[in-house]
């Protein structure tokens, strides 16, 4: 041991001395540089994203997810809010949902009563079962923040803050209204918030 600490010490080595402090001058330096900061594009960015589309005639990567993966993605996202692994929030009120929304969420009956048209114009009644159904789930909806070293956006991240899924809503007489979210599940402690 001290026969290398001497070899390595010898004048007979200094090229060996010069390229071992070269080295470690070089690690210091690289060490001791501060990091490119990284600066929020925005903090808070939300948008929908359409997992399912109506377009045959698009390229099928486009607004679309293939249908075995769409299914295994929203049955995901069903399972970790009915199996109440996560808190979920109202999307109009950002408050927790409770476990009565939560059921009514998944299920629920509705009675309609109809008069006949036809004498004797008797009151018909019906029962309206509306069930969740997975297959409804065609777009999600985003919370994200953006971050970028200012510089270059080829260093551009995206961090999902949240997600919705959004339900294709349609009125008593089958014409689209639009897309219903049913809840937010947020991956980030600053959220719930506006």
Known sequence: MLMGIYYFYSPKNSNMKILIVSIFAI???SACSAPESKQYLT????????IKTENPD?????GNLEGPKREKFVQLILTEAFEKKTPLYDCFTNKLITDVQLEHMLGY?????????????????????????????TRVRFLE???Y???NITSMTKNMLGIAPLLEN??????FRGYQPLFWIY??????AW
């Open 27 to 29: 690690f210091l330096l």
């Open 149 to 151: 070293d200012g510089k």
């Open 170 to 175: 349609y009125d008593e007489y089958g014409n």
């Open 43 to 50: 903090e808070r960015i939300q948008y929908d994203v359409s």
């Open 187 to 192: 991956f980030n402690d600053k959220y719930p």
């Open 145 to 147: 923040e953006w971050v």
């Open 58 to 62: 698009a390229n099928w990567w486009v």
């Open 109 to 137: 009956q509705d009675t309609m009563i109809f008069q006949n048209p036809d004498p004797p114009y008797n009151d018909t009644m019906m029962v309206v079962d509306h069930r969740l159904n997975p297959q409804d789930i």
